[in-house]
């Protein structure tokens, strides 16, 4: 159920039960859709953990669920796109 709302929001269909979804780019230029409503912190990788994460990584999103993800994207960027949806 959660990712046929998921995926209609994508698509653009206005569903009031559809979950907003961000879209934003991995390292590698991989398409990563999150719930901005599931994120909990974004932090830049620091010069001594940059090695933990992929070549290209300018944010970290840390999740409810304790997941880390890297993006491309900038933190305020990101931090933008979460406050237009909210």
Do not use: W
């Not at 991989?30 to 994460?53: C, D, H, K, W």
């Not at 880390?68 to 990101?78: M, R, T």
């Amino acid at each position: 159920m959660f990712r046929r709302f998921a995926l209609l929001g994508i698509i653009g269909i206005h569903d009031p039960a559809a979950i907003p979804l961000l879209e934003l780019h991995g390292p590698t230029n991989q398409l990563i859709f999150i719930n901005p409503y599931e994120v909990t912190s974004l932090r830049e990788p620091l010069a001594f953990n940059r090695g933990m994460f992929a070549r290209g990584s300018k944010c970290i999103i840390v999740m409810v669920n304790g997941y880390f993800i890297a993006v491309q994207e900038a933190c305020g960027d990101v931090r933008g796109k979460i406050k237009e949806v909210r």
